[in-house]
């Protein structure tokens, strides 16, 4: 078949599912690919209209990157699913990053909204990274993630989904190896939301430390918070926490501490493992 057009597009406020995205993006053109890459996040805040525009050619093959969370995908990348074109013809390769608490579904339900929309998926990967929440602590969750073991094996991924695209009639991913997680943690995964959290864990401000300065407005990759005259955050907050992590006067209230400990003791009692991984 002819050389198809590598569709890399990623949500990472972090920007640790970009440094997978560039890699990813990095193998392929040394494979003489045909690569165009574009950022979830700078398409939402220029308004989406980059998005709206694209066209999808039959021989498309989407890379879509996601941060896990609260075991989905993130809801940028859901939704720009979502809104997909019906009755694609491409293939695609889902990606998450995962700080090592729980990959939980966002791969398996990736895939599936991959192929509800036509596109074939013809390989996956869960990679483990530094987990986002931590960045404030002496010892992060998983620091020093990704690292090279982690690019070889996307390396590999992206050398055998070339080679499988270039044979006649590309062999598709067995969605069933998707489920790689132990029926009782995809029953829990499954009673997961970022609602949840959200209700449970409200993100309060203190008015007396901030200076309204805008670095939170800034920062946030979604354009959910306002100056109304304090900063207010919008329905579609995902508690990406880049609003706290950046906040000159540290106005929001947060422990990293107490965050890192709850975040460890839920790594330890899940049973998966703590290593990245390719399915193809």
């Avoid at 699913?81 to 491409?90: K, S, V």
């Avoid at 991924?157 to 070339?162: E, G, H, T």
């Avoid at 919008?234 to 106005?251: N, T, Y």
Wanted: charged share 20%.
């Amino acid at each position: 078949m002819a050389q198809p057009l590598h569709r890399i597009i990623y949500f990472s406020p972090a920007g640790t599912t970009a440094t997978v995205a560039e890699r990813i993006g990095r193998y392929l053109r040394a494979r003489g690919q045909a690569v165009e890459s574009i950022d979830l996040a700078a398409a939402w805040k220029s308004g989406r209209t980059e998005l709206e525009r694209l066209e999808w050619p039959a021989d498309c093959c989407l890379w879509i990157g996601s941060p896990v969370y609260c075991h989905h995908a993130a809801p940028p990348v859901a939704q720009f699913l979502d809104h997909l074109p019906e009755r694609l013809t491409g293939h695609a390769v889902p990606f998450v990053t995962w700080g090592g608490v729980s990959s939980g579904l966002a791969l398996p339900e990736l895939a599936q909204q991959l192929l509800n929309k036509g596109l074939q998926p013809v390989g996956a990967a869960k990679i483990i990274a530094c987990h986002s929440s931590t960045w404030n602590v002496k010892e992060p969750l998983r620091a020093g993630r990704p690292d090279g073991d982690d690019f070889a094996l996307l390396r590999e991924l992206v050398d055998k989904v070339c080679e499988n695209l270039s044979a006649p009639a590309p062999v598709p991913l067995k969605l069933s190896v998707l489920n790689y997680l132990p029926e009782r943690l995809r029953r829990d995964s499954a009673t997961k939301s970022l609602a949840l959290v959200k209700a449970s864990v409200p993100l309060e401000l203190r008015r007396e430390l901030c200076t309204r300065c805008g670095t939170c407005m800034d920062r946030c990759p979604l354009n959910c918070i306002s100056l109304d005259p304090y900063p207010h955050l919008g329905d579609e907050c995902i508690r990406c926490l880049q609003c706290v992590r950046h906040c000159p006067e540290q106005a929001f209230v947060f422990d990293p501490q107490a965050d890192y400990e709850r975040l460890a003791a839920l790594a330890a009692a899940a049973e998966e493992k703590k290593v990245s991984r390719v399915f193809l």
